[in-house]
């Protein structure tokens, strides 16, 4: 039976590699879990739930994950990851300013 769902699951991961899924994904980069196992372990099934449904405010995801990246920023001693993590970080930063602003806008538009 395991083999059945062994060959499902990898049929499945080959058609999402197929359509280009996982294009945008850094291959042979290890996850980066800490921040998942800074959590207590009883928030941690919830947090992916409202995380996996869009529950969670865009602007909160880009904020911690701002700070993520400054902390490996501080931590980085290779050049070369330092400015992939400094170009990441300020992607980032950009993209939660425009969040912001356009939750500002709209606030201002919904006051009229």
């Known amino acids: 039976m395991s083999n059945a769902w062994q060959?499902?699951?990898e049929d499945?991961?080959?058609?999402a590699i197929?359509?280009?899924?996982?294009?945008d994904t850094a291959h042979g980069q290890p996850l980066d879990l800490e921040e998942y196992f800074r959590l207590p372990a009883d928030?941690?099934?919830?947090?992916?739930l409202l995380r996996n449904?869009?529950?969670?405010?865009?602007e909160i995801t880009l904020l911690k994950e701002a700070d993520a990246l400054?902390?490996?920023?501080?931590?980085?001693?290779?050049?070369?990851?330092?400015a992939e993590l400094n170009a990441r970080l300020q992607t980032t930063r950009v993209a939660?300013?425009?969040a912001l602003e356009r939750n500002r806008i709209r606030a201002?538009?919904?006051a009229l």
Request: hydrophobic content about 35%; overall charge positive.
């Open 7 to 9: 060959r499902l699951a």
């Open 12 to 15: 499945r991961i080959n058609e």
């Open 18 to 23: 197929a359509r280009g899924d996982f294009a």
């Open 43 to 48: 928030e941690r099934a919830g947090l992916t």
């Open 53 to 58: 449904s869009g529950a969670i405010p865009p």
């Open 70 to 82: 400054e902390h490996k920023l501080a931590e980085c001693e290779d050049a070369t990851r330092r």
């Open 96 to 98: 939660l300013a425009m």
């Open 108 to 110: 201002r538009n919904s």
